[in-house]
């Protein structure tokens, strides 16, 4: 073993021996000043959430008597999570982030679908970025990280307004009135608008990027970063329990899904028949289809939300420092997998299992039986209770994934995919921005290309999608360099599962998880954490040092 390996194991011994008292000592008249300080900072937040919402109660009071009552909650509690993260942007940070899974049913539930709702999430997250990009400014701190990072979202930033200018401009300036015959080729529709599609369709692919810099900053200390990684699991167990109990209310009768449906319809997610939470759903027992929402708008975003939980409750269940959290990681697994099985979505049932493979290999964690034979145990004694109690749902799921991998191998559907979009490429540049992007119809009619490089392909051209993969690149690459620097075990084998998670999305083409929450949120977000992990670890091995000094 190296004499640095030693030399650390040694201070860390020598440390838990000494226990508190080896922590360096401060003056009463230093922890006078700190209790000081806090009671000051808590002063401030209660004043500034009593004036900004009083002004969002006043705003919502004028509203709820000049138009319906839905928007006057709207507009009142947008003007003081506005203002409030705008001023604490890292709170504004920890609200978006819990805001986030649950944005589907509240858009829903209370809202009534409105649009409104829909951009709710945002009036946490945007004015956060801004206020911490002004301090970056004021500080001379960068708000671009890693700074690997800053020529390739240069280069692509720059190539998507060229491609805005030139493509959706030129579409713009040759829409189609109502009644004119197309031109043959011609993408632009009546009625369209291509620059306000390409304008939200550069939101949705980089809009999120500074998410990175958001949570590199926010996680100051190692008890900061635990908070975030339980706070996922804490998260994860909610919804997914929410997710469960919607199966039960529809497999008993009290939500009918789309039983009552005639035809088409038997087939296909619906709002009308949303159960619980969560928005869209498909229920057809008769049919043996299934498609459920959990907490959010659509069933696929569902389905993703547990392909991303499966590596955060692995982290929480393989890493965290306290048993107690190990055993919340671990019940957060197991649901994790139980509702992969009955929310009907194939590729949550393929991927959950499959990415928590995947990181007991690249993690190392398969290796440490002191720890994975308990874990795994109690994982496969809870599963198989499961599978016991539901084994018609689990042979459904099982029986359904099959026959549509026959049906569809993913290579073949992904060649099919490349071939589509490729084909009738001119020059360097493709259709425009936003022409495949679903949440940009608003603005006129977009083509469904259900893989997320052929989608770029489509809108960016070839070289734009190489862009896009150097960025991704860049970011995983300074992730895996981030993590392995660390010297501690435990944040170390954090980052190691959310990288692996980085690394999966970056490569990633089967559908576009990277355009549509949750994992356009967690995959910036998570990249930021391992970003941040070495800073944490010099903190720690430095408290280390000091503790063994004072000793």
């Not at 021996?17 to 006078?32: F, M, R, T, V």
């Not at 401009?169 to 993408?187: F, H, S, T």
């Not at 008769?286 to 459920?292: M, T, W």
Request: hydrophobic share 45%; charged share 15%.
């Amino acid at each position: 073993m190296p004499t640095k390996q030693k030399s650390q194991k040694k201070l860390k011994r020598k440390s838990k021996k000494k226990g508190k008292s080896a922590a360096p000592q401060i003056s009463k008249k230093e922890l006078a000043a700190q209790k000081r300080k806090r009671a000051k900072q808590i002063q401030e937040f209660i004043s500034a959430l009593a004036t900004y919402g009083g002004l969002g109660a006043v705003i919502g009071i004028v509203l709820f008597f000049v138009a319906e009552p839905k928007i006057a909650l709207a507009g009142g509690g947008g003007v003081a999570v506005l203002a409030l993260s705008f001023k604490y942007p890292m709170w504004g940070l920890w609200g978006f982030m819990i805001y986030m899974p649950f944005a589907g049913t509240v858009t829903y539930w209370v809202g009534g679908g409105s649009p409104i709702f829909q951009l709710a999430k945002d009036g946490f997250y945007i004015p956060a970025i801004i206020a911490i990009g002004l301090w970056c400014k004021n500080t001379g701190k960068p708000f671009i990280i890693p700074k690997e990072m800053k020529n390739p979202l240069y280069i692509l930033l720059g190539f998507c307004l060229i491609t805005l200018l030139l493509v959706n401009g030129y579409q713009q300036l040759n829409v189609p009135k109502p009644g004119e015959p197309r031109v043959r080729g011609q993408i632009a529709r009546p009625g369209d608008k291509p620059i306000p599609m390409g304008i939200l369709g550069l939101k949705v692919m980089l809009g999120y990027v500074p998410l990175i810099t958001g949570a590199y900053y926010k996680l100051k200390t190692k008890k900061e970063l635990l908070f975030a990684a339980r706070l996922t699991v804490i998260l994860a167990i909610i919804c997914c329990l929410l997710g469960m109990l919607q199966y039960q209310y529809l497999s008993s009768g009290k939500c009918n899904g789309t039983r009552g449906a005639t035809g088409d319809d038997l087939f296909k997610a619906s709002l009308e028949a949303r159960c619980l939470v969560g928005g869209s759903l498909l229920f057809s027992p008769s049919q043996g289809v299934i498609r459920l929402p959990g907490t959010f708008v659509a069933p696929w975003q569902w389905g993703w939300f547990l392909i991303a939980n499966a590596a955060f409750t692995f982290a929480v269940a393989f890493c965290d420092p306290s048993p107690l959290w190990r055993i919340a990681g671990l019940f957060g697994m197991a649901v994790v997998f139980v509702n992969a099985a009955i929310s009907g979505q194939r590729i949550a049932l393929a991927l959950v299992p499959t990415v928590t493979i995947i990181l007991l290999v690249l993690t190392g964690q398969v290796a440490n039986l002191k720890r994975f034979l308990p874990i795994g145990i109690g994982l496969g004694v809870v599963l198989g209770g499961a599978i016991v109690s539901n084994p018609e749902v689990v042979q459904e799921r099982i029986d359904s994934f099959v026959g549509r991998w026959n049906a569809s191998p993913p290579t073949a559907f992904i060649s099919q995919q490349f071939e589509e979009s490729s084909h009738g490429q001119k020059g360097v540049f493709g259709n425009g921005i936003g022409r495949a992007t679903n949440s940009v119809r608003v603005f006129g009619r977009t083509r469904l290309v259900e893989t997320y490089y052929p989608k770029l392909i489509y809108e960016i051209g070839p070289i734009g999608t190489i862009a896009m993969l150097v960025l991704l690149t860049s970011v995983t690459v300074s992730g895996f360099k981030a993590y392995r620097s660390v010297k501690d075990k435990n944040i170390r084998s954090l980052g190691a599962s959310y990288w692996v998670f980085v690394l999966i999305i970056s490569y990633n083409t089967y559908y576009y998880p990277l355009d549509v929450d949750p994992v356009a949120v967690y995959y910036w977000y998570f990249a930021g954490v391992v970003m941040r992990l070495p800073e944490i670890d010099k903190q720690e091995q430095k408290k280390l040092k000091e503790a063994l000094d004072n000793g």
